[in-house]
């Protein structure tokens, strides 16, 4: 078994480690190479090839002394190369591997390998996403994504949050906004029971009710955080939401925190700039190389970066690490007063008017205020309880309330934060913990109180003040790297019309 003292080495190098591994010394010259071949060149007396395995976003030269080793190599096609690593006489790369014997391990059409050409638009991509990775740009992005996860992971242990794991099967609707998938059995279908049918209707349900798809962890992780006073998930999301949008899919990714104890909203947003600010310098410190590659290929692709050309993504990456400003904090009425200013003055026109207190901030309120108005990320706090989900605390309730200039007024204690180029990448509050005041909420909304009974246990039974958040993961991936379509940090995404793979 491959090992360096106790420590398991996998046996199969990546080119990424024979790269290292040969210029500090530590593995000798002959080496063997696996990938895919990106290019071929035959000539006279020579043939060259680029060899990828996406460990690295250039690959490694090969070079044939003998062209007819190369010959049969395609674009595409997978190969095992043997041979010796040499100083590159080339500018493009330090080191190239002088080829002795190849094994050729799948065969690629190149005439009708859809990735033939070496700059493809995204879109081509997207439409060949199940090979888009061997480019280097998604190859780039996927371990951009990964960096992003285990960022999360050491910043919440550092922490002491427990990661725990939540259903993606669930009887609740977290959001209230009725745009969850309901998951019916073929037996169910064939018995005539569909999605549109009376909740009383329970005959031909596998679990003997109406099942979803989660939309949100948060109330189970609020149980679990009633015996664990931190906890987080990362996991999958989804919504049955009608949007073709380039912000939008129907299946994504959430970061989803919980603490117990926790009385006043300022402690949330704390938490939450932290962990971006942190898990930002993290990414940026052990994926230079891939940002860059991802920036390249953006840079040579303007049309599809054109809705985010505004924003220089080198600008974003510094807002959002440690040691910049803190995070800008505006209430929901003083941002409307801003947003209206701007109508007034000329300024803006909006599309969605913003004349009566109550009303949502749409898209292009939200990137006003991030990249127009505050320049920079910003906390916006304290919205109409209305516009809200059932759990938020009342903003009274929040001993900090009124150092936010909140005195009156029927608001909840919640927070989104907006980020310039993308909008809104974090929502969270303080969780309503007191048990007649949920339950007003509860009935108030029409919502049911014998299906949220377990969810009104936790506040019978020892409640404590507690919040927490959720961040989306390929929004704050957009916001670090420059991409404008949140096809294009997923990697096998699903919208509205589509789930192709």
């Not at 050491?154 to 209230?176: R, W, Y």
Request: with cysteine; proline share 4%; charged share 20%.
């Amino acid at each position: 078994m491959p090992s360096l003292g106790d420590v398991y080495l996998f046996p199969v190098r990546t080119v990424s480690q024979i790269l290292r591994g040969y210029s500090e010394g530590l593995i000798s010259s002959h080496v063997t190479v696996n990938g895919w071949v990106r290019t071929v060149r035959l000539q006279k007396q020579l043939a060259f090839a680029v060899v990828s395995d996406g460990s690295t976003p250039q690959g490694i030269q090969a070079v044939f002394s003998d062209p007819e080793l190369a010959k049969g190599l395609s674009t595409g096609a997978s190969v095992r190369l043997e041979g010796e690593l040499v100083k590159s006489i080339g500018s493009a790369q330090s080191t190239e591997l002088k080829v002795a014997t190849v094994t050729h391990l799948g065969s690629s059409d190149a005439e009708k390998y859809p990735l033939h050409k070496a700059k493809l638009p995204l879109e081509h991509l997207r439409n060949n996403m199940h090979l888009r990775t061997r480019t280097r740009t998604f190859a780039a992005m996927w371990k951009v994504r990964s960096a992003v996860f285990q960022g999360f992971h050491d910043f919440m242990k550092a922490q002491e949050f427990t990661h725990v794991t939540t259903p993606v099967l669930t009887s609740n609707d977290c959001e209230g906004a009725g745009e969850a998938f309901r998951v019916v059995t073929p037996d169910a279908i064939e018995k005539n029971l569909s999605a549109r049918e009376s909740r009383s209707q329970f005959d031909h349900e596998f679990f003997s009710a109406p099942t979803s798809l989660t939309v949100s962890a948060q109330l189970h992780l609020e149980a679990l955080c009633a015996g664990l006073p931190r906890v987080y998930t990362m996991s999958p999301n989804f919504r049955a939401e009608h949007s073709l949008s380039t912000r939008h899919l129907a299946e994504f990714w959430m970061l989803e925190a919980e603490a117990s104890f926790v009385d006043n909203l300022d402690t949330v947003m704390d938490l939450i700039e932290a962990s971006i600010c942190d898990v930002t310098t993290a990414v940026v410190n052990s994926c230079e190389e891939e940002l860059l590659t991802i920036r390249n290929a953006l840079a040579a692709t303007k049309k599809e970066s054109e809705s985010s050309s505004r924003w220089k993504i080198e600008d974003t990456v510094k807002m959002l690490s440690r040691g910049a400003p803190p995070f800008h904090r505006v209430t929901y009425t003083d941002a409307l007063q801003i947003l209206r200013r701007a109508s007034l003055s000329g300024v803006k026109t909006w599309e969605h008017p913003v004349d009566e207190w109550g009303c949502a901030l749409q898209s292009e309120h939200e990137r006003y205020l991030a990249e127009d108005h505050f320049k920079g990320p910003v906390f916006v706090t304290d919205y109409p309880s209305s516009i809200k989900p059932f759990y938020m605390l009342e903003s009274r309730m929040d001993p900090k309330s009124t150092d936010r200039g909140i005195h009156q007024g029927d608001t909840v204690a919640c927070v989104d934060l907006l980020v310039p180029g993308i909008g809104e990448v974090v929502g969270g509050s303080l969780r309503e913990h007191r048990y007649d005041s949920v339950l007003s909420q509860i009935t108030q909304r029409g919502l049911s109180s014998e299906q949220l009974e377990w969810y009104l246990d936790l506040r019978r039974f020892g409640s404590v003040p507690h919040g927490g958040y959720g961040l989306g993961i390929e929004r704050y991936l957009m916001g670090i790297t420059g991409m404008s379509n949140v096809k294009d940090v997923m990697p096998m995404p699903r919208w509205y019309g589509n789930c192709q793979f």
